[in-house]
């Protein structure tokens, strides 16, 4: 027979390991969100291809495409700012940010200028500064740490996307760069901006209206994502 002790050792054993499971599987429960913002939309055509398609058509069928291939993913959860060809300005896409609170922003774009000669994909990250004096007076103590978790985040994701679309565009990557991005001024979250290629350059246009570069460029994304 066991003492009352032995018992209540074993129970609180038994105890404790019901409270450290149920913890890991809601942790493995619990979805990360991933929002896609295809630039553009309705009115605001970007950059114009030819005179049917303009950047705002290449980006939304992109991110369509994206949502698509990762549909079945149990872990995922994606959202669009647009998903459909409508006007969403600046203001709209940062509180659709605010609302859905995303574990990562994949932001997506068409290049344009530098010459005709110009051409590859690039990728942009935010960078997350330091804060004013009158910022850390107001901030919470926990501000810089997560500046910096956005920052690192942000930064991995650069380099898996670089990787995946190397493999799709040997050659072709123009790196990655630091830059302000507007939709994510002032809001602390992960996030990538992807120039997908130049429609000033012949060769890039050609693939960026190739309904097969567009289903691998999302193939290569939704592959990035996934990693991350």
Not at 78 to 105: A, E, G, N
Not at 131 to 148: G, H, R, Y
């Amino acid at each position: 027979m066991l003492d009352k002790k032995k018992i209540l050792l074993i129970l609180g054993i038994l105890v404790s390991l019901l409270i450290f499971t149920s913890g890991d599987l809601s942790a493995a429960g619990k979805k990360k969100i991933i929002l896609i913002d295809p630039a553009h939309g309705g009115k605001e055509q970007g950059i114009k291809l030819n005179k049917d398609v303009s950047e705002k058509d290449i980006t939304l069928r992109v991110a369509l495409s994206i949502k698509q291939l990762l549909a079945k993913e149990n872990n995922l959860e994606v959202f669009l700012t647009r998903d459909s060809d409508k006007t969403v300005d600046l203001d709209d896409r940062k509180d659709s940010i605010k609302k859905i609170k995303p574990d990562l922003l994949l932001s997506l774009h068409v290049n344009g200028g530098f010459g005709k000669d110009a051409s590859g994909f690039e990728l942009y990250y935010p960078e997350f500064g330091e804060e004013t004096v009158k910022e850390k007076k107001a901030a919470k103590d926990n501000t810089s740490e997560l500046k910096n978790k956005c920052q690192n985040e942000s930064l991995r994701m650069a380099k898996i996307i670089q990787g995946n679309m190397n493999a799709l565009f040997p050659r072709k990557g123009r790196g990655l760069r630091k830059a302000d991005l507007p939709v994510t001024d002032g809001l602390l979250v992960p996030a990538v901006s992807v120039e997908m290629g130049f429609a000033t350059n012949p060769e890039d246009k050609k693939k960026l209206l190739s309904v097969n570069t567009q289903t691998e460029i999302a193939k290569a994304l939704a592959k990035s994502i996934k990693s991350f």
